[in-house]
């Protein structure tokens, strides 16, 4: 028996079969009537004997039967005898069995649980029970008492448990004070709670849309949004006016909260170039530490080698090769000096000047550690080099603090013990994940950092590599000679005429760049689709899943990332009686899916093959879903070496990627790459994304569309405009 309705049982929990501590999702017995139903869902705090209305639906599970599937719930406190008995015999009060749960109640009654909660001095009367231990037992009554008030409070906003208990953790038993004094306090201190969620809240509490608490949370949530879109700050004028515009109250409302916002430190203002920008203050913090860092850093003279000329050309001499004058270049700078930016496109030469620098840096007894912000490129970085490379969370070593909040273990009080770090990918790193690596670092490191500055910057926010290069204060040298075995490939070439403005070759069918024309949009989706799953595996024997990857411009439109995962999935991974699959909203996982993470997460629990565990599975991590269980609301993803456990709650944060965005697509390559490019949006035909996606390509890329997009995108020097403050700090005498 299947039922779409939301339905209402009410009963007693008989028996708790399972409950994850983690995420509260706990499977019961419920007492209805005296007819025993197994319910499931998160219910954190049900106990034995509590009573309970439940609101979900029925649903048939292969395995178990008939289950009720709780969608929210109300736990009521017990007011019988007998109901008081059971429930503090049930062990939902450490330091409470049986025997004491008895003699609390021959004492006190039906008022049994109401002086536990108020009058501890009263129970440490009894025989065998402490000040101490009534005190303990007072504490943690009203902390259950006031998560089922605090749930039930929120239930009527769609607010789950899980963010309920979070919201309980942090503020404690006067949880629901504060919600009622200020519910746009929800939206800060990383409760996951968004501002049109408080303002629900706000709404059912008859608040004025021009109450000050509203507009102060207004203008944190117009700078939070845009920092999910790469921007470190926002010029004062225009959060004020987009803020007026998403708020819809008055200008002046605005001007002022601003201002007492930058009064009590909220916010920061910094004037560049006579312009007013807005930081939230995390951002600020990262970019003025960065600046103040690599500005000390320089200070300190790094240690000089007598011998690299000669170790320069003994490498030459050992490995056959003649490095290119930018190559000695850079490899010179980076032994003279304590910093040193290198940039490159494909086939200029990087890696081989990469491996160079660590040669002699070895030669000369220093210590090197190689990082990059990726699990895919950190693996790259050491199949070319032959070394270690760790990303840079597994570098720092993420650990929690007291408030379980993800912290670094290596920081400046705990430093990373090297002489030498280099850096690969550096365009993918965010302002605040660069902040803590160069804290972690003595001061006289010598630090290289290599990337392609022609790439999209980060997805997170800042402009790390691009900012440092602007400055113009920092040792920076560009690779541009193509060597001549990288001239032979079209991806390399295409790739340098992209850059420089001028059209890719597509006329060519017979090396590793394609362009196939379609007349419109169906054609051009019916070939991606075909191409994915039958031409290129029957030409090249690729693997759909491991090889070829679909990088679209955007996420929207019949040849954007979502309309293509859903028909890819279809199309290689249908439903099947035998495969389990999951369901959020529109989106569907299932057994057998290719799937990325799409938001760091520290707190996901992984096994690498060789028995090692640790957590942390980061934005833009590429797996295949392996095992879904529903019983106990799990699911298994491999990526690459390591199998990751997610509870549906993170599951949510993870997305089909047969298809993904250009943008996602940083830090890895494949095999071969497929880009759509038909009708794409005027605001996403720019030079820099096409590049971006190109280069992802390791043997074969494929363009399917039409040719004019290319053309428009080639002649599109326009970058993705990005508010940020480091190369103002780095450019001043002595950062803030």
């Given at each position: 028996?299947?039922?779409?309705?939301?339905?209402?049982?009410?009963?007693?929990?008989?028996?708790?079969?399972?409950?994850?501590?983690?995420?509260?999702?706990?499977?019961?017995?419920?007492?209805?009537?005296?007819?025993?139903?197994?319910?499931?869902?998160?219910?954190?705090t049900?106990?034995?004997?509590?009573?309970?209305?439940?609101?979900?639906?029925?649903?048939?599970?292969?395995?178990?039967?008939?289950?009720?599937?709780?969608?929210?719930f109300?736990?009521?406190?017990?007011?019988?005898?007998?109901?008081?008995?059971?429930?503090?015999?049930?062990?939902?009060?450490?330091?409470?069995?049986?025997?004491?749960?008895?003699?609390?109640?021959?004492?006190?009654?039906?008022?049994?649980?109401?002086?536990?909660?108020?009058?501890?001095?009263?129970?440490a009367?009894?025989?065998?029970?402490?000040?101490k231990?009534?005190?303990?037992?007072?504490?943690?009554?009203?902390?259950?008492?006031?998560?089922?008030?605090?749930?039930?409070?929120?239930?009527?906003?769609?607010?789950?448990?899980?963010?309920?208990?979070?919201?309980?953790?942090?503020?404690?038993?006067?949880?629901?004070?504060?919600?009622r004094?200020?519910?746009?306090?929800?939206?800060?201190?990383?409760?996951?709670?968004?501002?049109?969620?408080?303002?629900?809240?706000?709404?059912?509490?008859?608040?004025?849309?021009?109450?000050?608490?509203r507009?102060?949370?207004?203008?944190?949530?117009v700078l939070n949004?845009?920092?999910?879109?790469?921007?470190?700050?926002?010029?004062?004028?225009?959060?004020?006016?987009?803020?007026?515009?998403?708020?819809?109250?008055?200008?002046?409302?605005?001007?002022?909260?601003?201002?007492?916002?930058?009064?009590?430190?909220?916010?920061?203002?910094?004037?560049?170039?006579?312009k007013?920008?807005?930081?939230?203050?995390?951002?600020?913090?990262a970019?003025?530490?960065?600046?103040?860092?690599?500005?000390?850093?320089?200070?300190?003279?790094?240690?000089?080698?007598?011998?690299t000329?000669?170790?320069?050309?003994?490498?030459?001499?050992?490995?056959?090769?003649?490095?290119?004058?930018?190559?000695?270049?850079?490899?010179k700078?980076?032994?003279?000096?304590?910093?040193?930016?290198?940039?490159?496109?494909?086939?200029?030469?990087?890696?081989?000047?990469?491996?160079?620098?660590?040669?002699?840096?070895?030669?000369?007894?220093?210590?090197?550690?190689?990082?990059?912000?990726?699990?895919?490129?950190?693996?790259?970085?050491?199949?070319?080099?032959?070394?270690?490379?760790?990303?840079?969370?597994?570098?720092?070593?993420?650990?929690?603090?007291?408030?379980?909040?993800?912290?670094?273990?290596k920081?400046?009080?705990?430093?990373?013990?090297?002489?030498?770090?280099?850096?690969?990918?550096?365009?993918?790193?965010?302002?605040?994940?660069?902040?803590?690596?160069?804290e972690?670092?003595?001061?006289?490191?010598?630090?290289?950092?290599?990337?392609?500055?022609?790439?999209?910057?980060?997805?997170?926010?800042?402009?790390?590599?691009?900012?440092l290069?602007?400055?113009?204060?920092?040792?920076?040298?560009?690779?541009?000679?193509?060597f001549?075995?990288?001239?032979?490939?079209l991806?390399?070439?295409?790739?340098?005429?992209?850059?420089?403005?001028?059209?890719?070759?597509?006329?060519?069918?017979?090396?590793?760049?394609?362009?196939?024309?379609?007349?419109?949009?169906?054609?051009?989706?019916?070939?991606?689709i075909?191409?994915?799953?039958?031409?290129?595996?029957?030409?090249?024997?690729?693997?759909?899943?491991?090889?070829?990857?679909?990088?679209?411009?955007?996420?929207?439109?019949?040849?954007?990332?979502?309309?293509?995962?859903?028909?890819?999935?279809?199309?290689?991974?249908?439903?099947?009686?035998d495969?389990?699959?999951?369901?959020?909203g529109?989106?569907?996982?299932?057994?057998?899916?290719?799937?990325?993470?799409y938001?760091?997460?520290?707190?996901?629990?992984?096994?690498?093959?060789?028995?090692e565990?640790s957590?942390?599975?980061?934005n833009?991590?590429?797996?295949?879903?392996?095992?879904?269980?529903?019983?106990q609301?799990?699911?298994?993803?491999?990526?690459?070496?390591?199998?990751?456990?997610?509870?549906?709650?993170?599951?949510?944060?993870?997305?089909?990627?047969?298809?993904?965005?250009?943008?996602?697509?940083?830090?890895?390559?494949?095999?071969?790459?497929?880009?759509?490019?038909?009708?794409?949006?005027?605001?996403?035909?720019?030079?820099?994304?096409?590049?971006?996606?190109?280069?992802?390509?390791?043997?074969?890329?494929?363009?399917?569309?039409?040719?004019?997009?290319?053309?428009?995108?080639?002649?599109?020097?326009?970058?993705?405009?990005?508010?940020?403050?480091?190369?103002?700090?780095?450019?001043?005498?002595?950062?803030?």
């Open positions: 028996m299947d039922n779409n309705e939301i339905l209402q049982i009410t009963g007693t929990i008989e028996d708790i079969i399972y409950r994850n501590n983690d995420n509260g999702y706990s499977v019961v017995d419920v007492d209805v009537k005296k007819e025993l139903i197994t319910a499931t869902g998160v219910m954190p049900v106990e034995v004997g509590m009573e309970v209305r439940l609101y979900g639906r029925y649903k048939s599970h292969p395995s178990y039967g008939l289950q009720f599937c709780v969608e929210t109300e736990p009521t406190i017990p007011t019988t005898s007998n109901g008081i008995l059971r429930y503090l015999s049930s062990g939902a009060i450490k330091g409470v069995g049986s025997s004491t749960a008895t003699m609390l109640v021959k004492e006190f009654g039906e008022k049994t649980l109401e002086v536990l909660e108020n009058e501890p001095e009263r129970v009367l009894l025989k065998g029970i402490s000040e231990k009534a005190n303990d037992i007072s504490k943690q009554l009203k902390e259950s008492i006031g998560i089922r008030e605090l749930m039930l409070y929120l239930s009527e906003f769609q607010i789950s448990a899980n963010t309920a208990v979070r919201i309980y953790k942090y503020f404690g038993n006067r949880s629901l004070e504060y919600i004094d200020n519910p746009y306090t929800l939206c800060d201190n990383g409760l996951r709670v968004s501002f049109e969620m408080a303002d629900m809240i706000a709404k059912k509490q008859d608040r004025p849309i021009d109450d000050k608490n507009v102060r949370a207004g203008i944190a949530h949004h845009n920092k999910q879109n790469g921007h470190t700050c926002l010029p004062e004028e225009r959060l004020i006016a987009t803020t007026t515009n998403f708020l819809q109250v008055d200008t002046d409302l605005v001007k002022d909260a601003l201002n007492n916002m930058i009064f009590d430190a909220s916010l920061m203002r910094e004037n560049f170039d006579d007013d920008f807005i930081f939230l203050p995390e951002m600020h913090r970019e003025t530490f960065i600046a103040n860092r690599i500005k000390l850093m320089q200070s300190f003279p790094a240690a000089k080698f007598s011998n000329d000669t170790l320069i050309e003994k490498i030459q001499q050992e490995g056959n090769i003649q490095y290119a004058e930018k190559q000695i270049e850079a490899i700078s980076a032994m003279e000096k304590g910093f040193l930016i290198l940039t490159g496109g494909p086939g200029t030469g990087k890696t081989t000047t990469l491996n160079a620098i660590i040669k002699i840096l070895e030669k000369n007894g220093q210590t090197v550690l190689l990082t990059a912000p990726t699990g895919r490129a950190s693996q790259r970085m050491g199949e070319v080099t032959g070394k270690e490379a760790k990303t840079i969370h597994r570098l720092l070593e993420v650990a929690y603090d007291k408030d379980d909040k993800p912290v670094f273990k920081n400046e009080k705990n430093l990373l013990k090297c002489d030498a770090l280099i850096v690969d990918e550096v365009s993918m790193v965010d302002s605040q994940l660069f902040a803590s690596l160069i972690a670092l003595p001061f006289a490191t010598r630090l290289i950092l290599v990337g392609d500055s022609n790439q999209l910057p980060s997805v997170g926010p800042g402009n790390v590599l691009g900012n290069i602007e400055c113009e204060r920092l040792p920076f040298v560009e690779l541009t000679e193509i001549r075995q990288s001239l032979k490939s991806i390399v070439t295409n790739a340098h005429k992209i850059v420089e403005g001028e059209l890719p070759d597509i006329s060519k069918h017979n090396n590793d760049f394609f362009f196939l024309p379609t007349k419109n949009g169906t054609e051009a989706t019916n070939l991606v075909d191409l994915f799953t039958r031409r290129l595996v029957k030409s090249y024997n690729y693997s759909p899943t491991e090889d070829i990857q679909i990088l679209c411009p955007g996420r929207k439109g019949a040849l954007g990332a979502t309309d293509l995962n859903e028909r890819l999935q279809n199309a290689l991974n249908p439903p099947a009686k495969k389990q699959e999951i369901k959020f529109r989106k569907i996982l299932r057994i057998g899916d290719k799937v990325m993470q938001k760091n997460n520290y707190d996901i629990m992984y096994t690498k093959d060789d028995g565990t957590t942390g599975i980061f833009g991590d590429i797996g295949t879903i392996i095992e879904i269980n529903k019983k609301q799990y699911i298994k993803i491999r990526f690459d070496d390591k199998v990751a456990t997610y509870d549906y709650d993170s599951a949510q944060d993870v997305e089909l990627s047969y298809a993904t965005t250009i943008h996602k697509s940083q830090g890895n390559e494949f095999e071969a790459v497929i880009i759509p490019l038909f009708h794409t949006p005027p605001q996403l035909c720019y030079r820099n994304l096409l590049y971006t996606g190109v280069t992802r390509a390791k043997k074969l890329l494929i363009i399917v569309g039409d040719s004019n997009i290319i053309a428009n995108m080639t002649h599109s020097n326009k970058k993705n405009k990005r508010y940020t403050g480091l190369k103002y700090f780095l450019q001043q005498d002595s950062a803030i």
